[in-house]
């Protein structure tokens, strides 16, 4: 059941059935309306109808967050609805291809996503945030974005710019009021795309950390006062070597 219920929105720019979802979850169970985009918005029809069982109010749309037009409409429309309080960058496009075997079309379309889509969803979301002077801007990043590795040159270099236009924010936009911050995951998360990934390379998949963990360290971000934000977050099991 939704408690504490806000005059505030949420918005998570790629709310797959993961992460997003989780994340999705979490912020309406804390009051927020939470406004959901991802390419395909119908997709998450059951988990609207699921927040609005629970008591919460959740809106979901289309997107496709390389569109500048669509992410400023999007913002927009969850501005309308109530002051934007939130906004969480959760775009993956983690793809693997040996350095040769990656193609122009797929090292762009895969910036696109994970570092272009983030600064447009960054900046819109500060310009309605700035007059209010508060506001929090969360950014979804991963081991990539601090190491690159074997097959990963796109979603490395895609990983690593998303993690500097998130500092450059923080930087930019924390005198001013607004909390901007990098969740860096560092491990597997429990979807059905990595259990088959690992099911393929002989191994059994554990140690994977559950989408629910992600949710709630960003709800822990959330609460933290003005006087001790963290800026980099990173997450892993207890058991992950690093």
């Known amino acids: 059941m939704a408690s504490n219920q806000r005059h505030a929105t949420a918005a998570i ?25 991802r390419r395909n918005g119908d997709k998450l029809a059951p988990l609207v109808e699921e927040i609005a069982a629970s008591g919460g109010r959740a809106i979901a749309r289309s997107l496709d967050a390389r569109d500048e037009e669509q992410v400023a409409a999007f913002l927009a429309e969850a501005e309308a609805l109530a002051p934007l309080e ?11 291809f040996p350095l040769i075997d990656t193609t122009a079309r797929v090292f762009r379309k895969v910036w696109e996503m994970a ?16 007059p209010r002077g508060r506001g929090a801007i969360f950014f979804t990043g991963a081991t990539a974005g601090l190491r690159g590795g074997t097959g990963y040159a796109a979603f490395a270099s895609a990983k690593f710019g998303l ?10 936009l ?18 059905a795309w990595v259990r088959e990934r690992v099911a393929q390379g002989g191994r059994k998949p554990t140690g994977l950390m559950r989408p629910e963990a992600v949710a709630d360290a960003y709800w822990a971000l959330y ?18 070597p690093w």
Do not use: K
């Not at 720019?13 to 985009?37: E, P, S």
């Not at 924390?174 to 969740?183: N, R, S, T």
């Not at 609460?223 to 992950?240: G, Y």
């Open 13 to 37: 720019i790629g709310a797959g059935d993961y992460i997003g979802a989780a994340i999705a979850r979490r912020f309406a169970a804390g009051g927020f309306i939470v406004v959901m985009g």
């Open 86 to 96: 939130l906004c969480i960058f959760n775009v993956g496009a983690n793809v693997q």
């Open 115 to 130: 570092c272009f889509a983030g600064f447009l969803a960054g900046r819109e979301a500060a310009r309605l945030m700035l």
């Open 163 to 172: 993690r500097a236009v998130a500092q450059a924010a923080a930087r930019e």
């Open 174 to 191: 924390g005198p001013q009021g607004i909390h901007v911050a990098h969740l860096v995951i560092d491990s597997g998360v429990d979807t």
């Open 223 to 240: 609460q933290q006062p003005s006087d001790a934000w963290t800026f980099e977050l990173d997450i892993r099991p207890f058991a992950e």
